[in-house]
């Protein structure tokens, strides 16, 4: 199973043809709004890596009167791996590693307040959520932005779903992890 890289993303961003470092970065950025934005020290280790491994080559460099810019395209081993990678089905995760959860726990443990833990971390989603909101409501909104926002908002949302049922629950969850 080939898991999600910066890689597999400027393979994609190649196969639309060539284009060197800062095109890919600012491309990047537009097409995955609500992704962490790569820095450009990533993307050109990361095309350093591709054309190592054959993935990638470097098509030529020019200045057009500002810096040198070098442009890579897309090889077609590089169209197999991105075609590999896209055609897999992404698992669904063995296990969660849920940071709130684990801050709840320790909450208990440490004899804090859990609950206005939960409360607070409440209000930061609600927070998130509004601006995601305003986001994807945006006059000029482009599909990509808010159909990333929705994925995100179906995320908090599940959050908060969870959140409402741990807090019904913290005496039970405080007996348990206080006799354990």
Excluded at 118 to 129: C, G, I, T, V
Aim: charged content about 25%; glycine content about 8%; proline content about 4%.
């Amino acid at each position: 199973m080939l898991a999600m890289s910066t890689r597999h993303i400027l393979l994609g961003l190649l196969a639309g043809g060539p284009s060197h470092g800062y095109d890919l970065k600012r491309r990047h950025d537009e097409r995955f709004p609500q992704a962490r934005p790569l820095a450009y020290g990533q993307v050109y280790t990361t095309l350093q890596r591709l054309v190592r491994d054959g993935l990638a080559e470097v098509e030529g460099t020019d200045s057009d009167g500002g810096p040198e810019r070098t442009t890579y395209h897309s090889t077609e081993e590089g169209a197999r791996e991105l075609a590999d990678w896209a055609g897999c089905i992404a698992p669904p995760a063995p296990f969660v590693t849920n940071e709130i959860f684990a801050k709840v726990v320790v909450s208990i443990l440490a004899a804090g307040d859990p609950a206005a833990y939960l409360r607070e971390q409440r209000a930061a989603h609600m927070e998130r959520m509004r601006e995601l909101t305003a986001v994807k409501t945006a006059t000029g909104a482009d599909l990509a932005t808010v159909l990333s926002a929705d994925y995100a908002l179906n995320h908090l949302d599940a959050d908060l779903r969870w959140m409402t049922t741990t807090a019904a629950r913290l005496t039970t969850l405080t007996a348990e992890v206080d006799s354990a």
